[in-house]
């Protein structure tokens, strides 16, 4: 069974920074790009990056290119996403998903069979 669990959100003020971890088992991690995901109340859940599996290639989204950086430690079955120079706007529940490989098409939900529980992002201005 595959499983995913994230970690690392809580209550930053703007312009701080956090580090999500994304921790996978049950699953041949080296195969599986992950992805990071967020949703805020009444939106729907978006596409923040994607970090691809042997290469490593990363994809983000135009709203936070420059600001979060994502990267994977295979070792410890560990995906992280840096997040630096946070925004009230970027508050919301931030999820990491599996799939084989990024593409272009990363930020679609529907392509993504495994999802961890989700943590808390609170950024306050």
């Known amino acids: 069974e595959v499983q995913l669990v994230e970690s690392g959100g809580g209550l930053v003020q703007a312009g701080g920074s956090l580090r999500l971890s994304c921790v996978a088992s049950?699953?041949?991690?080296?195969?599986?790009?992950i992805s990071w995901f967020r949703q805020a109340p009444g939106k729907e859940r978006e596409g923040v990056s994607c970090i691809d599996n042997s290469s490593g290639s990363t994809y983000y989204a135009d709203s936070v290119k420059g600001r979060f950086t994502a990267s994977r430690d295979n070792a410890k079955n560990t995906v992280y996403l840096q997040m630096n120079g946070l925004k009230p706007e970027d508050t919301a529940v931030y999820y990491c998903a599996a799939r084989r490989y990024c593409s272009d098409y990363y930020h679609h939900a529907f392509l993504y069979s495994f999802w961890g529980q989700g943590t808390q992002v609170t950024v306050s201005s």
């Open positions: 049950g699953v041949a991690f080296d195969d599986y790009a």
